[in-house]
């Protein structure tokens, strides 16, 4: 909660001013009895006359009119600083969230990223708001209402003290216990709304199986619990108005009791116990007011917790500030014993693995379903910590990097063919911010996706968001150029050539060789026709490399590899 | 949905609360009652107070009766609040649970017709919002209403000529809530799209973080993101400060007609037609006649929201569910798998025919390939034969029934299907493993997984079998969700297959493996197979050809090649 206070640091005028002119205008609406007595006691009671009462009035009049005047300038204030805070909180979140490592974004996922960056900001927006406008005011008006009491009779106005004492006591203890109660309703939603989710994608499998009778049955037991929690809630919250009106009207009774013993001995005025019972209503009121939106109030904090456990999530890669100095040898890139197990795993993705890769190589790497080659070049730009072993990029391990230097060393083509809305150009410069057309072109030539370019009307083609307006071979090759404008000297594909036909696939192999910069490769393919022209062919199994060696090499001594080639291989022929 | 028709429904739900609601409104009017009587019972203490004069046995009797009334009425309102809250939270309960029973029986075209989002948005977000309004509605409009009318009766009888003045002024502040709610309402709506445009560029930035990490682009991203975020300040600071503006102005309307009453009041002292106590008291119902107005008038807007949301849920609630099973259904059991298709014809919409006139005939056992290029309407097969659509016209007849003269569970219980988009459920791997046989020993299970080559992957879990996969498969690859797909059927063992594309996020290797498996399984078992390996499809029985969403030839491997038509110049290419 503390965390996110500070992002109102830059409207600490405004945190002042708000509640400072809430509180003018509550002092005005505190004059009001005062002006009432007066027309009762020196209007009415002394015969100061229609005059006297006429001026009294307009003084009314003049109160309400400044009142409203502060009571705007106090709105103003606090929806700047509400607004100006959700902003800041906004930036910084999401500041925060690119920040975190891939073991994090694995860990959080990404649709409760997105609520709490909108819904639940919106919400402690809502509630800094409030928490301006009114839990200054209300305090204000409740302590004033008594400070005045008290100007006007001592005894009568102990009545007050001990008014606010219990109400203090029953908001406090009621906020208490239901906060933790709102937050398990907010759960139990949660789970009513992942049944629903559920068996709307997945209803033709579970129509299939004939589960609809099922899960009726656990649909309607997650709605009653969540029913349940409401009412338990609910009746809480129940007991707020109903506790203070008892309170605020015994205290009226005491006070009303005790004003006439006042008056008996001649200590105070008739108009003056007047005086005192509006004070006492307008507590009231104000309580009112202030219990119907501790419910909101709460909310609030339910989201802020749900904010600062996010800030809390620390990302666990630290990145060096500064660069030490590597020995560009020409070995490119050097795996020693590297050894890799994903948090909350069971076992290792990936055992032992250790291999070189001298500069200008390609490399292939083959395996699998889930035998770990998505995770092995992961670790070679970082997005990973070996948990075993390191990594070496340049004679240097990749801890040792900058994060910028690393991330200019390494262009990666990831699984996912990924483009953002805007255009070929924007995409294409996510590579490099400053590419020239002509740099532009050349990777587009390679990436063999010049006829998609020049068919969506050049660079300046739109792309929609996630590159709906395109097929997922024609973004598989976009996302090819993207990396080759990078000109990094290691380039990665990641399994990125797999909606592509085999002729596409081979001439864009052969326009990766033919880089003038001649990266250092590495290429991830389920297809051995794919990685079979490499210097070196990983062959992985289970996390464990089966086989290191070039085709032929691998043909004649890896059991696994030449599996693979014979399916394939087959597989082609009767195709 | 039209509004009238809307409350009526909602009218309807409440009726099963009947004699809560009834003691709900008693307690409220009650309630009103006694807090109206309050200031009363004060006026008159007061009115004992005289200077030099006070009547003390007279203000103690009215002060016990105060205790008294405050007593009952703290009692009855938070008996009040607890039923209010029961019948909104059970009446919410009933539409929920209402809503996803529909979503049982709801036909697929429905389902496919509408995005999650949506349907999800209208069972959870809008019957939230409704439970609000409704929650409110009961809490403050009724008793907002009877206090305006309570105050009224009793300033009459006090003074009609002050409580004229009251009410001419008073409106006023429900005319400047209008006027203030219809202008703020285009700053809202900036407000809501500024907000989209944010959501829709978080959700592709943080959606696709990786990318953005890979490529460096943080600085980048965080630019624009603060373009849009600045934006947003903007038009947010705007809605939110003139909206607020409302309370004030309303205050102020309030603060109006007191300094009036005070006015006209005190005159009326003067003249000898009210004591000060009745002055006061007026002075009190004055602040309390014109509070409601504030709180009905923001009701008013959240019922009306309330209001339009439970029209969307009553829209789903209402849907045209698919045509019941027969009450003379006969239940299919262990079929032997022989199918016949005659003169079938369907279509989605009535514009665009699909498949007519189509006839074919599975004999027990045979395998039946459907190919075609992308998009051509291969799922529609699946659709008709797990009866997920209604064909047109035309029978189709599983061991001599037709389809829809037997139990759909039944039918549907004769096929297992693997479809080429996983899902699974979230729960552990054993309870999506045994999804089609619950009662399956873990020996057995593990058989299936095992035959499905998904044994190994499942034994290095954190927990094997029991690990808790999360929505729709989680941390699982693409290929491994297609593996307990697989091992689900392998469990269950049904008489009839349905595999679309059953392997194709499988490694080569595993592939042949699961493909021997197959080939075992599919002994004596009548089955459909959409692929594209041209050897799975040699070997196949019937060859169905479809394009665009017709099936345009039939026949096997020979025949159609001899035929030389679509299949064999797809065969070709």
Redesign the interface.
Same mark, same amino acid.
Not at chain 2, 202 to 218: L, P
Not at chain 2, 460 to 463: G, N, S
């Given at each position: 909660m503390k965390r996110l206070l500070i992002y109102l640091k830059d409207y600490k005028k405004e945190c002042v001013l708000a509640p400072l002119f809430k509180m003018l205008e509550a002092s005005f609406e505190l004059i009001v009895p005062l002006v009432v007595a007066a027309i009762i006691d020196t209007g009415i009671g002394e015969g100061a006359g229609k005059g006297y009462i006429v001026k009294a009035c307009l003084v009314l009049f003049a109160l309400a009119f400044v009142g409203l005047i502060s009571s705007v300038t106090a709105q103003f204030f606090s929806a700047k600083a509400a607004v100006g805070y959700a902003t800041k909180l906004r930036h910084a979140l999401f500041g925060h969230l690119q920040s975190l490592s891939y073991s994090e974004i694995d860990r959080i996922g990404t649709s409760t990223m997105i609520t709490r960056m909108t819904s639940d900001v919106n919400q402690t927006q809502t509630g800094v708001n409030m928490v301006l406008r009114l839990f200054l005011r209300s305090p204000f008006v409740v302590f004033g209402a008594m400070i005045m009491a008290f100007t006007i009779d001592v005894k009568a106005a102990v009545s007050f003290v001990a008014a606010i004492v219990l109400l203090l006591i029953v908001v406090g203890g009621i906020t208490k216990i239901s906060i933790p109660l709102m937050k398990q309703v907010q759960g139990r939603l949660d789970e009513v709304l992942l049944v629903a989710r559920e068996n709307l994608v997945g209803i033709r499998v579970l129509r299939a199986f004939c589960k609809e009778e099922e899960e009726v049955q656990r649909f309607a037991e997650k709605n009653a619990s969540l029913t349940q929690h409401q009412n338990k809630a609910g009746s809480v919250s129940a007991l707020m108005n109903p506790l203070t009106y008892i309170i605020i009207n015994l205290a009226i009774v005491w006070l009303i009791h005790t004003g006439a013993v006042q008056v008996h001995h001649g200590v105070l005025t008739q108009g003056e116990v007047v005086a005192l019972y509006n004070y006492m209503s307008q507590i009231l009121v104000e309580l009112i007011k202030l219990a119907n939106l501790i419910i909101t109030m709460n909310k609030a904090l339910a989201s802020a917790n749900r904010i600062a456990d996010v800030f809390e999530i620390e990302t666990s890669m630290e990145w060096k500030d500064s660069a030490m100095s590597s020995e560009p040898g020409d070995i490119a890139v050097r795996f020693e014993h590297v050894g890799l197990t994903y948090n909350g795993a069971g076992e290792e993705a990936l055992t032992d693995i250790d291999f070189t890769v001298k500069r200008g190589q390609t490399i292939g790497v083959i395996g699998g379903t889930g035998s770990g080659k998505s995770s092995l070049i992961h670790l070679i730009p970082r997005f990973y910590d070996a948990t075993k072993g390191g990594v070496f990029v340049d004679g240097k391990n990749v801890r040792d990097y900058t994060q910028e230097e690393l991330e200019k060393k390494i262009a990666v083509v990831p699984q996912k063919a990924v483009l953002f809305k805007g255009t070929i150009e924007s995409n294409l410069k996510w590579g490099k911010e400053d590419a020239t057309p002509e740099e532009m072109e050349q990777a587009i030539v390679a990436a063999q996706v010049a006829d998609v370019v020049k068919a969506k009307g050049g660079l300046s083609g739109e792309v929609a968001q996630n590159g709906k307006n395109l097929s997922g071979g024609q973004r598989q090759r976009l996302t090819i150029a993207r990396a080759l404008v990078k000109q990094a000297p290691i380039l990665i594909l990641d399994d990125s050539a797999s909606a592509l036909d085999m002729a596409t696939d081979a001439k864009l192999r052969k326009a990766i060789r033919e880089l003038s910069y001649q990266p250092t490769v590495f290429i991830v393919s389920q297809r051995t026709n794919a990685i079979m022209d490499a210097d070196q062919i990983i062959v992985l199994d289970d996390g464990q490399i089966e086989g290191i060696g070039t085709h032929e090499e691998l043909l004649s001594n890896c059991v696994v590899y030449k599996e693979i080639y014979e399916s394939q291989f087959k597989k082609e022929v009767t195709a | 949905m039209k509004q009238g028709k809307v409350l009526k429904k909602v009218f309807s739900y409440l009726k099963r609360y009947n004699w809560l609601m009834l003691l709900s409104v008693l307690f409220a009017a009650v309630i009103v009652a006694l807090t109206l009587y309050?200031p009363i019972l004060?006026g008159d203490?007061?009115d =004992?107070?005289?200077?030099?004069a006070?009547n +003390?046995e007279l203000?103690?009797f009215y #002060?016990k009766r105060?205790?008294a009334v405050?007593?009952a009425?703290?009692?009855l309102?938070?008996l009040m609040?607890?039923i209010n809250?029961?019948v909104t *939270?059970?009446v919410?309960?009933d539409i929920?649970?209402e809503a996803?029973?529909k %979503?049982?029986?709801l036909p %697929?075209k429905y389902?496919d017709r509408h995005p *999650?989002g949506e349907?999800?948005s209208r069972?959870?977000t809008d019957v939230?919002t409704f439970a609000d309004g409704l929650l409110m509605g009961f809490t403050q409009l009724f008793t907002g209403i009877v206090t305006i009318l309570g105050t009224l009766v009793i300033m009459l009888t006090l003074n009609p000529m002050i409580t004229l003045v009251v009410v001419v002024i008073t409106p006023l502040s429900l005319f400047v809530a209008n006027f203030i709610a219809t202008h703020t309402y285009a700053m809202f709506k900036t407000q809501s799209e500024t907000?989209g445009e944010?959501?829709?560029f978080?959700?592709?930035?943080?959606?696709? =973080?990786?990318?953005?990490? =890979?490529?460096?682009?943080?600085d980048? $991203?965080?630019e624009v993101?603060?373009d849009i975020?600045?934006r947003?300040?903007k038009c947010?600071?705007k809605a939110?400060?003139y909206s607020? #503006?409302t309370?004030?102005?309303t205050?102020?309307v309030n603060?109006?007609v *007191?300094?009036?009453v =005070?006015?006209t009041g005190? +005159?009326t002292?003067?003249s000898g037609n009210m004591t000060?106590g009745i002055?006061?008291c007026f002075?009190?119902y004055a602040?309390q006649y014109t509070?409601p107005f504030n709180e009905v008038s923001g009701v008013v807007t959240e019922l009306q929201n309330a209001i339009a949301c439970a029209g969307r849920i009553f829209e789903l609630i209402e849907e045209q569910p698919q045509v019941p099973d027969e009450a003379s259904a006969a239940e299919l059991s262990d079929a032997s798998g022989e199918i016949v298709c005659e003169n079938v014809s369907f279509s989605y919409t009535p514009e665009q025919k699909l498949i007519e006139d189509f006839n074919v005939r599975v004999k027990p056992g045979q395998k039946v390939a459907i190919v075609g290029p992308t998009g051509c309407g291969k799922t529609t097969v699946i659709n008709l034969l797990?009866r997920?659509y209604d064909v047109k016209s035309g029978e189709i007849k599983v061991d001599g029934n037709e389809i829809r003269h037997v139990t759909?569970?039944s039918l549907?219980?004769n *096929?297992g299907?693997v %479809?080429q988009e996983t899902?699974?459920?979230?729960g552990t791997i054993r309870d999506n493993i045994k @999804?089609?046989k619950p009662q399956a020993t873990d020996e057995e299970m593990i058989e299936a997984a095992k035959a499905a080559y998904a044994h190994s992957?499942i034994k290095?879990?954190?927990?094997g079998y029991d690990t808790v996969i999360g929505?729709?498969g989680g @941390?699982l690859?693409q290929?491994?969700k297609q593996?307990l797909c697989i091992s689900?059927i392998m469990l269950s063992l049904p008489p009839m297959l349905i595999l679309d594309e059953a392997t194709s $996020?499988?490694?080569?290797?595993?592939?042949?493996k699961i493909q021997s498996a197959f080939t075992r399984l599919m002994q004596g078992r009548t089955s459909f197979i959409v692929a594209h390996? %041209?050897?799975t499809i040699?070997d196949a029985d019937i060859i169905l050809v479809m394009k665009d969403g017709n099936i345009i030839e039939q026949g096997n491997h020979q025949e159609l090649l001899a035929a030389g038509g679509f299949y064999a110049q797809l065969y070709n290419s």
């Open positions: - | 309050v004060i203490a007061i =004992a107070i005289a200077e030099g006070v +003390f203000v103690m #002060l105060v205790v405050v007593l009425t703290a009692l309102q938070w609040n607890v809250n029961h *939270y059970h919410v309960r929920r649970k996803f029973d %979503l049982q029986i %697929l389902v *999650y349907i999800v069972i959870i939230d907000r944010q959501t829709a978080v959700e592709e930035m943080i959606g696709n =973080a990786k990318v953005v990490k =890979a490529f460096g682009r943080e980048e $991203s965080m993101f603060d975020n600045d947003l300040q947010s600071l939110i400060f607020s #503006l309370n004030p102005c205050r102020f603060s109006i *007191y300094a009036c =005070a006015l005190a +005159f002292v003067l000060v002055l006061s002075l009190n602040n509070k797990m997920f759909r569970k549907r219980q *096929y299907m %479809l899902w699974l459920k979230s @999804m089609g992957f290095r879990l954190p927990k929505e729709d @941390m690859s290929g491994q593996l689900r $996020s499988i490694d080569t290797r595993t592939e042949m390996r %041209l050897s040699r």
